[in-house]
């Protein structure tokens, strides 16, 4: 009805305020009335060529209808007028990559994150780009399913989305000092509302597990490495050799989301560097990082449950490694973080004898 008024209006030369237009196609847009918001940005555009958010809302309306080449132009225009713009830059960079220009779609999603860092799309877009594959939870629940673990322990639970993958009879335990449960839990869930140093020092995790170690871990708690570094020398103490423990955050987009200072959203913080760590002063461990998006998914096994070495060396291994600068991963970060194709075959190979547990169960 409002986009007939409109169109009557353009009709009898008479254009509505470009602003009522905006929000219109802003509007038609949501409902994917791709056409109908590229009408009548078409005709608001004829009347204020230089309008940047008309341009950027048409180059985003013929993106999402399949027209990227047209969108492209409609876009360029909008950044000689405004090149900072962030939505601008994000829409350059989606058209890029659904033109299968990388290098370019990269490129604007590095500009929109250093204008925006809050902004989520450019963030999630650049994961995507940089890993692929799939999503660090359903790569979890995968996991999950396979190796089927008596015991699954997991630090930083926030809102319980990664807690509720494990499934009975799985014992499940969840330590997080501010749970945001938007749910019950399960039967086969306990969560501790404490820190994982507070749960560590005051509580025996293996009493908690009926006497069973933790046969699969997921650290996902405060995002500072030596946090994560506790958190992985406890879970170690309490495991077997052939437990896994998967680390959460270890492969950061850029160095906006790699900084200590904690933010909001798109926040990894500095957990890269506990995978150096490793690699460096724990040869005997495996560890590798698969590339799961957003933030890639630490997985390390051949643990040793006795080896004091981490917690012995706690304060030095804190100091040296918080020396080590962001650019440090400039070149060869895949190297660096033993990156590891998101690929299924490869993690289920990575899992090894552990898995026999799941494949057993799951043979008829
Ligand atoms: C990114 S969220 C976890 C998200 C969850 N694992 C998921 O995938 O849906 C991080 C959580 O770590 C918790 N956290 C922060 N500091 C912690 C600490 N010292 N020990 C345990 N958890 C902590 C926060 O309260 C927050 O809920």
């Known amino acids: 009805m409002l986009l007939k008024v409109v169109r009557d209006l353009i009709r009898n030369r008479n254009t509505p305020p470009a602003s009522d237009i905006l929000r219109l196609a802003r509007e038609?847009?949501?409902?994917?009335?791709?056409?109908?918001?590229?009408?009548?940005?078409?005709?608001?555009?004829?009347?204020?060529?230089?309008?940047?958010?008309?341009l950027i809302l048409c180059g985003t309306a013929k993106r999402e209808a399949g027209r990227s080449g047209e969108a492209l132009s409609d876009l360029a225009r909008a950044l000689v007028l405004a090149p900072d713009d962030p939505v601008g830059l994000y829409e350059m960079a989606a058209t890029s990559y659904m033109l299968?220009?990388?290098?370019?779609?990269?490129?604007?999603?590095?500009?929109?994150?250093?204008?925006?860092?809050?902004?989520?799309?450019?963030?999630?877009?650049?994961?995507?780009?940089?890993?692929?594959?799939?999503?660090?939870?359903?790569?979890?629940?995968?996991?999950?399913d396979h190796v089927k673990p008596r015991t699954y322990v997991e630090i930083g639970i926030f809102q319980g989305g990664s807690l509720r993958l494990a499934k009975p009879p799985?014992?499940?335990?969840?330590?997080?000092?501010?749970?945001?449960?938007?749910?019950?839990?399960?039967g086969n869930h306990k969560?501790?509302?404490?820190?994982?140093?507070?749960?560590?020092?005051?509580?025996?995790?293996?009493?908690?597990?009926?006497?069973?170690?933790?046969?699969?871990a997921f650290i996902d708690g405060m995002h500072h490495f030596e946090f994560a570094l506790r958190d992985f020398a406890n879970l170690e103490r309490h495991g077997a050799r052939?437990?896994?423990?998967?680390?959460?955050?270890?492969?950061?987009?850029?160095?906006?989301?790699?900084?200590?200072d904690p933010r909001d959203t798109n926040w990894s913080g500095d957990i890269w560097r506990l995978i150096v760590l490793l690699k460096k002063y724990r040869p005997d461990l495996s560890v590798h990082t698969i590339g799961a998006p957003p933030t890639g998914l630490g997985l390390v096994r051949n643990l040793d449950p006795g080896s004091c070495y981490l917690h012995e060396h706690h304060d030095l291994l804190r100091d040296e490694f918080l020396e080590l600068d962001y650019s440090y991963l400039d070149t060869d970060m895949g190297g660096k973080l033993n990156l590891f194709p998101n690929d299924w075959e490869n993690i289920r190979a990575a899992l090894g004898k552990q898995g026999g547990r799941g494949e057993a169960t799951d043979s008829p």
């Open 100 to 144: 299968d220009d990388m290098r370019r779609a990269i490129e604007y999603c590095e500009r929109a994150r250093r204008v925006a860092p809050e902004f989520n799309k450019p963030f999630a877009l650049l994961a995507q780009l940089r890993l692929g594959g799939a999503f660090y939870l359903d790569v979890l629940a995968r996991i999950l």
């Open 242 to 260: 052939d437990s896994t423990i998967l680390i959460h955050d270890c492969y950061p987009v850029d160095r906006e989301s790699a900084a200590r």
């Open 28 to 54: 038609l847009l949501s409902r994917s009335r791709h056409e109908d918001a590229i009408e009548i940005l078409t005709t608001l555009l004829k009347h204020e060529p230089a309008c940047v958010e008309a």
């Open 170 to 186: 799985t014992l499940a335990i969840g330590i997080d000092p501010n749970p945001h449960l938007v749910e019950p839990l399960a």
């Open 191 to 216: 969560v501790f509302a404490e820190t994982s140093d507070a749960f560590f020092a005051g509580r025996d995790l293996r009493a908690e597990l009926g006497g069973l170690p933790v046969d699969l």
